[in-house]
């Protein structure tokens, strides 16, 4: 008895896949920007230097001075000339009292008088290059400052996206199959 061949086939599956990206488009505007500007102000109100002059000692040196100031210098150095007047007076006495000269001296001493003149008063104040007071008063500068600034108006756009959608397909390309080939098979009874 013979043994029959069997032969197979087979034949695999095949799945076909295709697949195409879906794609964006994106449209967008650039933002629209405003932007507005404040200078800084600087404001320096300036005030002119005080000089002040003082010119009361050069006056006083030149031709007196104030009124009150030259009867004041005047009547301020009575006292002195008083007292050396009596001091020459004392002198004078002592001189014609003194036996032991033998002159006369009183008319020496009326001589003296006479070329002594009046007494060393002194009407006009003293003189010196400093005879003028100088004073500057610099004020100091007011500065106000008022700060800028910069404003910023910034309008955003929304972008327009649209998207295309792709696809996915699957489908069977090939289907699997088994084909049997027997031979060598006698069927016969």
């Known amino acids: 008895m013979k043994l029959p061949i069997i032969q197979a086939e087979s034949q695999k599956g095949l799945i076909g896949i295709e697949s195409r990206l879906g794609q964006y488009d994106i449209q967008s505007q650039p933002a629209d920007m405003q932007v507005k500007t404040t200078p800084t102000q600087i404001s320096v109100p300036l005030q002119m230097p005080e000089l002040n002059l003082n010119q009361d000692r050069m006056w006083a040196a030149f031709n007196g001075g104030k009124p009150v100031e030259f009867v004041n210098r005047i009547y301020s150095q009575m006292p ?20 032991r000269i033998k002159q006369n ?23 010196s290059f400093h005879s003028v007071d100088i004073d500057f008063t610099i004020h100091k500068p007011d500065v106000q400052i008022e700060a800028g600034k910069v404003d910023i108006q910034v309008q955003v756009h929304k972008p327009e996206i649209n998207y295309q ?3 996915f397909k699957v489908y069977m390309q090939q289907y699997p199959s088994i084909r049997f080939d027997v031979s060598g098979l006698d069927l016969r009874v």
Do not use: Y
Request: aromatic share 2%.
């Open 105 to 127: 001296p009183i008319p020496d001493i009326a001589l003296e008088d006479m070329l002594a003149g009046a007494p060393d008063v002194e009407v006009f104040g003293p003189v």
């Open 80 to 99: 002195e000339i008083a007292l050396q007047g009596i001091a020459h007076i004392v002198e004078k006495g002592n001189r014609m009292g003194d036996l």
């Open 165 to 167: 959608r792709g696809n």
